[in-house]
């Protein structure tokens, strides 16, 4: 099975930074990773497929990169809004196995 | 409006069976590949099931062999029929519609079931 790690596991950033989240595959997935973003007793929202696609209505200072098994989540300007859980996804088979998150916080 | 809404969570033995429904409106669950997606309290998202615009399904090795994924096309409806549960199956359950008729990105979600397993 393919395994998903991200880093780092937790990230403290000043409103206006840019922020970026690292996941790797243990194997290509060419481009069908997904990236979610989960707030606090919230339910998980798609924000990036395909590896670089941002879903419709996802703010643009968001975005994502990588192909293979290096993908990267890119916040341009972090707002307190931002503050939240983020998941990537594969999606390339028979399993859709998530990433272990990443906790984005307000420092 | 596209939504997916989750029933059937609850307090069950170990041991003891519970099956989950996600009814879905605004579309239709037998056009695009179906999930459910678990949540530990305080862990992260796991992947529990698939199952295929043409019916094939495929589970995580966690489950495999205990839970059942189907679906009702009548019913526009999801169901996670979930056997010999174990302490560990404790975890928020959710629905999830992948955006096309293949592998793809989770696009809807549920707003999640509850399910705890305790004696």
């Known amino acids: 099975d393919i395994q998903m790690t991200q880093s780092p596991s937790s990230l403290s950033a000043s409103v206006g930074d840019r922020v970026t989240i690292t996941c790797r595959a243990s194997?290509?997935?060419?481009?069908?990773l997904a990236w979610y973003q989960q707030k606090p007793g919230k339910v998980p929202k798609l924000l990036i497929y395909?590896?670089?696609t941002l879903q419709s209505g996802v703010p643009s200072r968001f975005s994502g990169s990588g192909s293979g098994t290096d993908f990267t989540l890119t916040i341009s300007s972090l707002q307190p809004e931002d503050v939240a859980t983020y998941y990537c996804?594969?999606?390339?088979?028979?399993?859709?196995?998530f990433g272990p998150g990443t906790k984005v916080d307000i420092k | 409006e596209v939504q997916l809404v989750e029933t059937g969570g609850g307090l069950i033995q170990p041991g003891g069976s519970l099956r989950l429904s996600c009814a879905a409106s605004?579309?239709?669950?037998?056009?695009?590949?179906m999930s459910w997606v678990r949540q530990a309290p305080g862990k992260g998202l796991e992947w529990v099931s698939v199952?295929?615009?043409?019916?094939?399904?495929y589970y995580a090795d966690s489950v495999k062999g205990r839970f059942t994924i189907s679906r009702d096309n009548s019913k526009n409806t999801l169901y996670l029929q979930m056997n010999s549960l174990r302490a560990e199956d404790t975890a928020v359950y959710y629905c999830?519609?992948?955006?096309?008729?293949?592998?793809?990105?989770?696009?809807?979600w549920g707003q999640g079931t509850m399910v705890t397993v305790s004696s």
């Open positions: 996804q594969k999606y390339n088979s028979v399993s859709f196995t």
């Open positions: 395909a590896a670089s």
């Open positions: 999830a519609r992948s955006i096309d008729a293949g592998p793809a990105a989770f696009d809807i």
């Open positions: 199952i295929y615009s043409g019916g094939s399904t």
């Open positions: 194997q290509g997935i060419s481009n069908y």
């Open positions: 605004g579309f239709t669950v037998s056009s695009n590949y």
